[in-house]
T-cell receptor, first 111, second 115 residues
Framework: KNQVEQSPQSLIILEGKNCTLQCNYTVSPFSNLRWYKQDTGRGPVSLTIMTFSENTKSNGRYTATLDADTKQSSLHITASQLSDSASYIC??????????FGTGTRLQVFP | EAGVAQSPRYKIIEKRQSVAFWCNPISGHATLYWYQQILGQGPKLLIQFQNNGVVDDSQLPKDRFSAERLKGVDSTLKIQPAKLEDSAVYLCASDKWGGTYNEQFFGPGTRLTVL
């Protein structure tokens, strides 16, 4: 069964600190893996998209990694800001371009 | 480039009433999606259109939900009659081919509360 699991479910950090969110997937055949940021009351916004051959991709203070062998991905946020408070959703695309969504990690950054 | 537009942003109705949501995708995007996102969960695909044809509606509760995209641009999603469990955010998305994958762009969503 195609599935995407994320951990932790929620996370609280202080402004300026780094954090790492995890994503494990069992999706086959694999096409690409995406990380989305969803602010409260808004639609998801794409942060990174990685194909099978990419093992790291950065977007500003966001760095995603992908290990296709172990079917794991992580999203590292450097020097967190209050505006990073949001839900982060890991999404895996199967070969048919169908997206399988994780349930997200809710991040809260406090001053 | 204008984003995906949705309206209304919020809707409160009583169970058994009907409701309709509207979506205007990004200009030139042929594929349009409707998702249902229940609080604390990831989005669930309801229906996918390619131009004005349905590609996938396998998870659309067809006894109460309907969707159309008559001219291959705007789309409406209707629920009739609504149930309490339909309370959710309804997201519309559209995508373009990026050469290697389709990149989806999401609208702000419509938050539906069924009382």
């Amino acid at each position: 069964k195609n599935q995407v699991e994320q951990s932790p479910q929620s996370l609280i950090i202080l402004e300026g600190k780094n954090c790492t969110l995890q994503c494990n997937y069992t999706v086959s055949p694999f096409s690409n893996l995406r990380w989305y940021k969803q602010d409260t009351g808004r639609g998801p916004v794409s942060l990174t998209i990685m194909t099978f051959s990419e093992n790291t991709k950065s977007n500003g203070r966001y760095t995603a990694t992908l290990d296709a062998d172990t079917k794991q991905s992580s999203l590292h946020i450097t020097a967190s800001q209050l505006s990073d408070s949001a839900s982060y959703i890991c999404v895996v695309s199967a070969d048919t371009d169908k997206l399988i969504f994780g349930t997200g990690t809710r991040l809260q950054v406090f001053p | 480039e204008a984003g995906v537009a949705q309206s209304p942003r919020y809707k409160i109705i009583e169970k058994r009433q009907s409701v309709a949501f509207w979506c205007n995708p990004i200009s030139g995007h042929a594929t349009l999606y409707w998702y249902q996102q229940i609080l604390g969960q990831g989005p669930k695909l309801l229906i996918q259109f390619q131009n004005n044809g349905v590609v996938d509606d396998s998870q659309l509760p067809k006894d109460r939900f309907s969707a159309e995209r008559l001219k291959g641009v705007d789309s409406t999603l209707k629920i009739q009659p609504a149930k309490l469990e339909d309370s959710a955010v309804y997201l519309c998305a559209s995508d373009k081919w990026g050469g290697t994958y389709n990149e989806q762009f999401f609208g702000p969503g419509t938050r539906l509360t069924v009382l």
